[in-house]
């Protein structure tokens, strides 16, 4: 192994370009051997073989002198030539500016080195490795271009430092201008570093870890087709049922004796993964007996059902519609279908036992179905047939049957022809790469350059049984007979053994904050908030029941991805990052990936701010390798990840009557720091109405209640606006909230709220926040009262929050704030009513609050690997029980010599139990809670009236089967002595499908009004490489496949 280190003077990149003097290698070493690749090299000084040299270059301008960044230095020619100089670098070179030259030093040890004369490069070959800056270049075969101060790297291409990793099969990098390209690369990027790691005068984050082998992705076994067949055929049998359509789904109601025959066919539109689209149509005969009437009550008495009858008939029917299909096991599915029914006659039952009847009716069907093969299966149908809440001819209802059917599938689907996997190969120097042909030249010095890079003729293919164990791709049938359900779960099963053996390379896993997007709807307020210490310090309750309004919980998109692993077949490299036409991304360390993204037009820069910034074009979330899911058609990922979700559709039935739309502008720059956000907004409701029932009387007291009006145009359109910059030392928040702009009731139409915040250190306390606050007409929730108004409200306090040393197994957080402020609000009475008459009053507070967590038992959590801790969350879950309290304190005296002085105690136990592993009921987490508040003294206002004294609150998350998961939770009043007893505190219900990658659920709160969708993909550290995640499918990369040159 031979090393050595190469320098320049410190000049700019003009200066380089015109100097008299080449630059100049003054080491010397003893000769070991020529380059066994480069037969003609004839180094000037011989390849290094037993050691180390390092020199420095004469200095060539006085310039020289200044520490600054330089160009690489190259060893010099025998001939003493000089390199040649660019032509458009003379004469105009002194006026360039100057631009960012590469780092002073550049060490390179291999096999063997030396000075190619043929084609004027420094060439070092085998187990080639360069160290530049703290970072580690390895590759096969390094060259560098003495004229264009290039750098190139072939096969097995390596490149570490700090937490950023990349590799590929071949580099191009021009050192002065930095730009190249890769191919075939694989990456990791960890945003949390990636400041100081991509900045060269800068020391990296980490020292750099041991040299590993390149990482090569493992073929794994195809994904069987549990439903490759498009077309079904079902024969239907069943019975009519007395009920409504409600009453169905219980069997409430008896079998009429009226029989159902028929036959069906089914045509699948869309596959996407576990879910299908499909066209239903179905063909059935009706044949009724003579029926008298039973315990069905329909619109008539019971005495006049119980004396009607219908006549025996016989009539045929038809449908057709649109189904949706979930498949919840490859053998277990749930449709529902939506369309339209067709009778051949009327009706007799429904024309007797419905108010109104008719031959044209909707149809719905709601099916589950169990297969025994992916061709037979059996299907319980609901058949459903009414008048869509009387949008077809006013008929309400009308009748419901039970099918039973016998189906069979059949028929293909086409090839796919946009595979994204097709393009990804593995590097060079993995040996799965497979066949392929040699790289055909553009240009003569392209053909010199392949040679001299190493171009050979074609790989010979691998058998496919040698790639990797699990290599298999269909599961072994006789020709022509489709996979049973049996080969396909034994396909599976050495899917899942194979993606076990997978060497991961990586260590540590911790999850990190991650991203989540949520899609609300509420059917009553705003976006009036609590306070996140309202939230964190009040009453000890389960965490289901904690404010949906919270600061927190207020952007519909929070966190962000920092640490991604991404794959393309070729990239483009620039001063400030890199591109590409198309390259996938994974926030999954592990391989194969739960989640990962496929995306076009990809452009990674850095930000002026130092930040990383991803934005790409056609993007496709994959999941689980079976589900690819559209989304937005522009995708933005930093560390500090902006929230761009432009359309709103909401809800307000207290100030916009309803539905209404909105669009959120592009944030407007406010000097240097400061940002305006604005959201127009349409009422569509109160559009569609044409009066509005949201404010009082105009001219009428401000307390009053709401009376119908005529809409005018201004009453039709809103404004939402947020501005927060720097003012005079103070982070400032401003909020106004428009919902008419009619001139009669605008004051009534209009919120506002906002703060002015600085820390500040004070003696004895330290670091304080300082707050200036202001409000007008603003929201608060005071738990069993619900919602109140503060009409008017400025002032200013002073808060801290903080964590306290770990005392043993106690850990404390605490939170106090002093305030002082002139509230106009409703006035509150001692009989718990609220009065219409506004009282104004200065109010003087303290508040003290301590929460403490004591950990009673832990146990042990399963390894944090891809099938054990990480299987379905994204952090081990650890059995234990956890005891959870808070005290609590608040002192408030006002104007009129009133006061309110409590002191709270809450708290209770957290126990978890299960791993969260298997597939059943295995994770369960428990949190009950309780909590008594003694008073002294009422407040004269209702926004803070403290009237839940004692209150109960329960919380559960529990699995269900696989990654299904329950968590909902209820607070309730146990105050006998309150007039709120038994009020609903807070209440919250959530399905989750829970992955170590991604989540989503559906969540509503009763209590607040809101609900909505939760998409969450996790981010994790890690340390290591990983391995690539794309599925590799050889059969996609045969021999006659093109390959483009990238250099």
Same mark, same amino acid.
């Given at each position: 192994?031979?090393?050595?280190?190469?320098?320049?003077?410190?000049?700019?990149?003009?200066?380089?370009?015109?100097?008299?003097?080449?630059?100049?290698?003054?080491?010397?070493?003893?000769?070991?051997?020529?380059?066994?690749?480069?037969?003609?090299?004839?180094?000037?000084?011989?390849?290094?073989?037993?050691?180390?040299?390092?020199?420095? !270059?004469?200095?060539?301008?006085?310039?020289?002198?200044?520490?600054?960044?330089?160009?690489?230095?190259?060893?010099?020619?025998?001939?003493?030539?000089?390199?040649?100089?660019?032509?458009?670098?003379?004469?105009?070179?002194?006026?360039?500016?100057?631009?960012?030259?590469?780092?002073?030093?550049?060490?390179?040890?291999?096999?063997?080195?030396?000075?190619?004369?043929?084609?004027?490069?420094?060439?070092?070959?085998?187990?080639?490795?360069?160290?530049?800056?703290?970072?580690?270049?390895?590759?096969?075969?390094?060259?560098?271009?003495?004229?264009?101060?290039?750098?190139?790297?072939?096969?097995?291409?390596?490149?570490?430092?700090?937490?950023?990793?990349?590799?590929?099969?071949?580099?191009?990098?021009?050192?002065?201008?930095?730009?190249?390209?890769?191919?075939?690369?694989?990456?990791?990027?960890?945003?949390?570093?990636?400041?100081?790691?991509?900045?060269?005068?800068?020391?990296?984050?980490?020292?750099?870890?041991?040299?590993?082998?390149?990482?090569?992705?493992?073929?794994?076994?195809?994904?069987?087709?549990?439903?490759?067949?498009?077309?079904?055929?079902?024969?239907?049998?069943?019975?009519?049922?007395?009920?409504?359509?409600?009453?169905?789904?219980?069997?409430?109601?008896?079998?009429?004796?009226?029989?159902?025959?028929?036959?069906?066919?089914?045509?699948?539109?869309?596959?996407?993964?576990?879910?299908?689209?499909?066209?239903?149509?179905?063909?059935?005969?009706?044949?009724?007996?003579?029926?008298?009437?039973?315990?069905?009550?329909?619109?008539?008495?019971?005495?006049?059902?119980?004396?009607?009858?219908?006549?025996?008939?016989?009539?045929?029917?038809?449908?057709?519609?649109?189904?949706?299909?979930?498949?919840?096991?490859?053998?277990?599915?749930?449709?529902?279908?939506?369309?339209?029914?067709?009778?051949?006659?009327?009706?007799?039952?429904?024309?007797?036992?419905?108010?109104?009847?008719?031959?044209?009716?909707?149809?719905?069907?709601?099916?589950?179905?169990?297969?025994?093969? #992916?061709?037979?299966?059996?299907?319980?149908?609901?058949?459903?047939?009414?008048? !869509?809440?009387?949008?077809?001819?006013?008929?309400?209802?009308?009748?419901?049957?039970?099918?039973?059917?016998?189906?069979?599938?059949?028929?293909?689907?086409?090839?796919?022809?946009?595979?994204?996997?097709?393009?990804?190969?593995?590097?060079?120097?993995?040996?799965?790469?497979?066949?392929?042909?040699?790289?055909?030249?553009?240009?003569?010095?392209?053909?010199?350059?392949?040679?001299?890079?190493?171009?050979?003729?074609?790989?010979?293919?691998?058998?496919?049984?040698?790639?990797?164990?699990?290599?298999?791709?269909?599961?072994?049938? =006789?020709?022509?007979?489709?996979?049973?359900?049996? !080969?396909?779960?034994?396909?599976?099963?050495?899917?899942?053994?194979?993606?076990?053996?997978?060497?991961?390379?990586?260590?540590?896993?911790?999850?990190? $904050?991650?991203?989540?997007?949520?899609?609300?709807?509420?059917?009553?307020?705003?976006?009036?908030?609590?306070?996140?210490?309202?939230?964190?310090?009040? =009453?000890?309750?389960?965490?289901?029941?904690?404010?949906?309004?919270?600061?927190?919980?207020?952007?519909?998109?929070?966190?962000?991805?920092?640490?991604?692993?991404?794959?393309?077949?070729?990239?483009?490299?620039?001063?400030?990052?890199?591109?590409?036409?198309?390259?996938?991304?994974?926030?999954?360390?592990?391989?194969?990936?739960?989640?990962?993204?496929?995306?076009?037009?990809?452009?990674?820069?850095?930000?002026?701010?130092?930040?990383?910034?991803?934005?790409?074009?056609?993007?496709?979330?994959?999941?689980?390798?079976?589900?690819?899911?559209?989304?937005?058609?522009?995708?933005?990922?930093?560390?500090?990840?902006?929230?761009?979700?432009?359309?709103?559709?909401?809800?307000?039935?207290?100030?916009?009557?309803?539905?209404?739309?909105?669009?959120?502008?592009?944030?407007?720059?406010?000097?240097?720091?400061?940002?305006?956000?604005?959201?127009?907004?349409?009422?569509?409701?109160?559009?569609?109405?044409?009066?509005?029932?949201?404010?009082?009387?105009?001219?009428?007291?401000?307390?009053?209640?709401?009376?119908?009006?005529?809409?005018?145009?201004?009453?039709?359109?809103?404004?939402?606006?947020?501005?927060?910059?720097?003012?005079?030392?103070?982070?400032?928040?401003?909020?106004?909230?428009?919902?008419?702009?009619?001139?009669?009731?605008?004051?009534?139409?209009?919120?506002?709220?906002?703060?002015?915040?600085?820390?500040?250190?004070?003696?004895?306390?330290?670091?304080?926040?300082?707050?200036?606050?202001?409000?007008?007409?603003?929201?608060?929730?005071?738990?069993?009262?619900?919602?109140?108004?503060?009409?008017?409200?400025?002032?200013?306090?002073?808060?801290?929050?903080?964590?306290?040393?770990?005392?043993?197994?106690?850990?404390?957080?605490?939170?106090?704030?002093?305030?002082?402020?002139?509230?106009?609000?409703?006035?509150?009475?001692?009989?718990?009513?609220?009065?219409?008459?506004?009282?104004?009053?200065?109010?003087?507070?303290?508040?003290?609050?301590?929460?403490?967590?004591?950990?009673?038992?832990?146990?042990?959590?399963? #390894?944090?690997?891809?099938?054990?801790?990480?299987?379905?969350?994204?952090? #081990?879950?650890?059995?234990?029980?956890?005891?959870?309290?808070?005290?609590?304190?608040?002192?408030?005296?006002?104007?009129?010599?009133?006061?309110?002085?409590?002191?709270?105690?809450?708290?209770?136990?957290?126990?978890?139990?299960?791993?969260?592993?298997?597939?059943?009921?295995?994770?369960?987490?428990?949190?009950?809670?309780?909590?008594?508040?003694?008073?002294?003294?009422?407040?004269?206002?209702?926004?803070?009236?403290?009237?839940?004294?004692?209150?109960?609150?329960?919380?559960?998350?529990?699995?269900?089967?696989?990654?299904?998961?329950?968590?909902?939770?209820?607070?309730?009043?146990?105050?006998?002595?309150?007039?709120?007893?038994?009020?609903?505190?807070?209440?919250?219900? $959530?399905?989750?499908?829970?992955?170590? !990658?991604?989540?989503?659920?559906?969540?509503?709160? =009763?209590?607040?009004?809101?609900?909505?969708?939760?998409?969450?993909?996790?981010?994790?550290?890690?340390?290591?490489?990983?391995?690539?995640?794309?599925?590799?499918?050889?059969?996609?990369?045969?021999?006659?496949?093109?390959?483009?040159? =990238?250099?």
């Amino acid at each position: 192994m031979g090393a050595a280190t190469l320098a320049t003077p410190a000049v700019s990149r003009a200066q380089s370009l015109s100097s008299d003097s080449p630059p100049a290698l003054l080491s010397g070493a003893e000769v070991s051997g020529a380059d066994p690749l480069l037969p003609e090299a004839q180094p000037s000084h011989p390849a290094v073989g037993s050691g180390p040299a390092s020199a420095e !270059a004469p200095v060539s301008d006085p310039s020289a002198a200044e520490p600054q960044p330089a160009p690489i230095a190259i060893p010099a020619e025998p001939t003493g030539a000089e390199p040649p100089v660019p032509a458009e670098a003379s004469g105009t070179a002194a006026s360039e500016p100057p631009v960012k030259t590469p780092p002073k030093e550049l060490e390179i040890s291999a096999d063997q080195q030396g000075f190619d004369l043929v084609i004027n490069r420094y060439v070092a070959s085998g187990n080639a490795k360069a160290v530049l800056a703290g970072g580690r270049l390895m590759a096969d075969r390094l060259e560098y271009d003495t004229t264009t101060r290039t750098l190139y790297a072939t096969g097995s291409v390596r490149f570490w430092r700090g937490q950023q990793y990349l590799q590929g099969s071949m580099l191009r990098y021009g050192l002065i201008e930095g730009e190249g390209e890769m191919e075939d690369v694989y990456g990791v990027l960890d945003l949390k570093t990636s400041l100081e790691d991509l900045d060269v005068e800068q020391p990296p984050s980490v020292p750099l870890p041991e040299p590993q082998p390149i990482a090569c992705p493992t073929v794994l076994p195809e994904i069987p087709d549990w439903h490759p067949h498009p077309w079904s055929a079902t024969l239907w049998g069943g019975q009519m049922f007395h009920s409504d359509f409600g009453q169905t789904f219980f069997g409430q109601g008896v079998f009429r004796p009226e029989r159902v025959l028929g036959a069906g066919l089914q045509k699948r539109l869309i596959k996407a993964g576990p879910f299908a689209l499909e066209l239903d149509f179905n063909a059935l005969g009706h044949w009724a007996s003579a029926q008298k009437g039973g315990r069905y009550l329909g619109p008539f008495t019971s005495a006049e059902v119980a004396n009607l009858s219908t006549s025996a008939q016989t009539f045929g029917e038809f449908t057709g519609g649109i189904g949706l299909r979930a498949w919840l096991q490859p053998w277990l599915s749930l449709g529902f279908v939506q369309g339209v029914s067709l009778n051949t006659n009327l009706s007799n039952y429904e024309s007797t036992y419905r108010e109104k009847s008719a031959r044209f009716l909707n149809y719905l069907g709601f099916e589950i179905e169990g297969s025994f093969s #992916p061709q037979w299966s059996m299907v319980g149908r609901i058949h459903h047939r009414s008048g !869509a809440f009387g949008t077809y001819n006013g008929v309400r209802e009308g009748s419901n049957a039970y099918l039973l059917g016998l189906r069979y599938r059949f028929g293909g689907d086409p090839p796919p022809t946009d595979d994204p996997q097709a393009v990804l190969r593995p590097a060079k120097g993995c040996p799965n790469r497979g066949a392929e042909p040699p790289d055909r030249p553009r240009s003569l010095p392209e053909a010199l350059e392949q040679v001299a890079m190493g171009g050979e003729g074609p790989v010979p293919a691998q058998d496919p049984s040698t790639l990797d164990s699990g290599a298999a791709v269909a599961p072994s049938t =006789p020709a022509g007979r489709p996979a049973s359900f049996r !080969a396909m779960r034994e396909q599976e099963r050495k899917r899942a053994a194979a993606a076990a053996a997978i060497e991961q390379r990586i260590s540590g896993v911790q999850k990190r $904050e991650g991203l989540v997007i949520e899609r609300r709807r509420q059917t009553g307020g705003n976006d009036e908030v609590a306070a996140d210490q309202d939230s964190d310090f009040g =009453p000890s309750r389960p965490p289901q029941v904690r404010r949906l309004r919270s600061e927190k919980n207020r952007q519909a998109v929070q966190g962000t991805l920092t640490h991604l692993r991404y794959q393309a077949a070729r990239i483009v490299l620039t001063p400030n990052g890199w591109r590409s036409d198309r390259a996938s991304f994974s926030n999954d360390p592990f391989t194969p990936s739960q989640s990962w993204m496929d995306a076009d037009q990809v452009v990674v820069n850095q930000d002026a701010n130092g930040d990383l910034l991803i934005t790409s074009k056609r993007n496709r979330l994959i999941l689980e390798d079976r589900l690819a899911i559209p989304v937005t058609s522009r995708t933005r990922i930093r560390k500090q990840q902006e929230v761009e979700n432009r359309w709103v559709l909401g809800v307000d039935r207290e100030d916009r009557d309803g539905f209404y739309v909105g669009r959120r502008l592009r944030p407007i720059r406010i000097g240097e720091k400061g940002t305006l956000e604005l959201e127009p907004q349409f009422m569509l409701e109160r559009a569609y109405q044409g009066t509005t029932d949201s404010y009082p009387i105009p001219g009428g007291e401000a307390t009053g209640p709401s009376v119908s009006q005529d809409n005018t145009l201004g009453d039709l359109f809103g404004l939402e606006a947020r501005l927060k910059t720097p003012l005079l030392g103070f982070d400032t928040s401003l909020n106004l909230d428009i919902s008419t702009f009619n001139p009669e009731n605008i004051a009534n139409g209009t919120r506002s709220w906002g703060q002015m915040d600085r820390n500040i250190n004070l003696p004895l306390v330290g670091s304080t926040t300082a707050r200036l606050f202001g409000a007008y007409r603003y929201r608060i929730w005071n738990g069993s009262l619900g919602e109140q108004d503060i009409y008017s409200a400025y002032g200013a306090s002073l808060e801290k929050e903080a964590t306290l040393p770990n005392w043993g197994k106690l850990s404390n957080r605490y939170f106090w704030r002093v305030g002082l402020g002139n509230y106009q609000s409703n006035e509150f009475l001692s009989s718990g009513e609220e009065s219409r008459n506004l009282a104004q009053l200065w109010r003087a507070n303290a508040v003290g609050s301590l929460n403490s967590s004591l950990e009673l038992w832990r146990g042990r959590a399963l #390894p944090s690997t891809p099938d054990g801790a990480l299987r379905y969350s994204p952090e #081990p879950i650890v059995p234990g029980l956890t005891l959870n309290t808070n005290l609590s304190g608040n002192v408030a005296y006002f104007g009129d010599g009133t006061y309110q002085n409590t002191l709270s105690i809450s708290g209770g136990p957290t126990l978890t139990l299960g791993h969260f592993n298997k597939r059943f009921f295995d994770f369960t987490q428990l949190t009950v809670t309780g909590g008594f508040t003694l008073r002294n003294g009422l407040s004269p206002f209702g926004f803070d009236a403290a009237v839940d004294l004692g209150t109960v609150g329960i919380g559960l998350t529990q699995q269900i089967a696989g990654p299904l998961l329950f968590n909902g939770g209820i607070g309730l009043n146990v105050d006998p002595s309150s007039t709120n007893y038994g009020e609903v505190t807070g209440s919250y219900v $959530e399905l989750r499908w829970q992955r170590r !990658a991604y989540a989503f659920s559906v969540f509503y709160s =009763p209590y607040e009004g809101i609900g909505g969708v939760r998409i969450r993909l996790n981010d994790f550290g890690f340390k290591g490489t990983g391995v690539p995640f794309v599925p590799y499918r050889p059969e996609l990369n045969g021999a006659g496949e093109a390959r483009r040159n =990238p250099f």
